[in-house]
């Protein structure tokens, strides 16, 4: 595998679910990233880590919940969603957190659907 | 705050042609990189191109470039060659914090 992976790709949840989605990288980056992409918005940074510590929590509801166990993967674990909620996720690294010139490498996201 | 602006929501362009997607941002920052990434319709944000404020060439990457115009604050991508597989959003992006703060994007269709 080379890149950043990300599973699954697709996934359809009922309100009452709890699910886990799961990005690794393997670029040998320091940073890793959330983004949450809905139809005709922009993307939304969720949460930011740094060699597995979080670095920025932009005010997502408790609801999603992330864990960073080591600093090649990164998990989105959800629980009691809302239709809302329904979006492309996105899983991406960077090899610093700070850099206004490092790139951010995404991967193929995942497509979830809450009924 | 970063600000980006593509102007163009829609642009077509005819197989084997060359195409420039509109890029003008707004920054403070005395450094900076701007960014372009292309979205399938599978979803997958692929890095394309960047740019660097203090590179004095316009980058290039096979068939992309960049055509960068500091004064004008302008970071245009051009596309040489076009082909079907090109058909996709296209995405001028800049560092923001710690995240990206994207453009509303442009579709581009590629036709036979």
């Known amino acids: 595998e080379t890149g950043v992976t990300q599973t699954p790709r697709h996934l359809v949840m009922g309100m009452t679910n709890k699910k886990s989605l799961k990005c690794e990288q393997h670029?040998?980056?320091?940073?890793m990233y959330w983004y949450k992409q809905s139809a005709k918005k922009p993307l939304e940074l969720m949460f930011v880590y740094s060699l597995e510590e979080r670095v920025e929590n932009n005010s997502v509801p408790s609801r999603f919940s992330p864990e960073c166990p080591n600093s090649s993967h990164l998990f989105l674990h959800l629980h009691t969603l809302q239709p809302e909620d329904s979006a492309l996720y996105l899983c991406a690294s960077s090899q610093e957190f700070n850099f206004a010139t490092d790139t951010q490498y995404f991967g193929p996201g995942t497509r979830l659907t809450v009924l | 705050a970063q600000k980006i602006t593509q102007t163009q929501p829609g642009m077509f362009v005819q197989e084997k042609e060359a195409v420039t997607l509109d890029c003008t941002y707004d920054t403070s920052d005395q450094s900076y990189g701007l960014f372009w990434y292309k979205q399938p319709s599978s979803g997958e944000m692929i890095f394309l191109i960047y740019?660097?404020?203090?590179?004095?060439q316009n980058a290039t990457e096979g068939r992309y470039s960049l055509n960068f115009q500091k004064a004008r604050k302008s970071a245009n991508l051009v596309i040489s060659a076009s082909q079907l597989g090109d058909s996709a959003m296209y995405f001028c992006a800049m560092r923001e914090g710690l995240g990206m703060r994207f453009g509303a994007g442009t579709r581009l269709t590629v036709k036979p």
């Open positions: 670029l040998g980056h320091n940073a």
């Open positions: 740019q660097g404020s203090y590179d004095e």
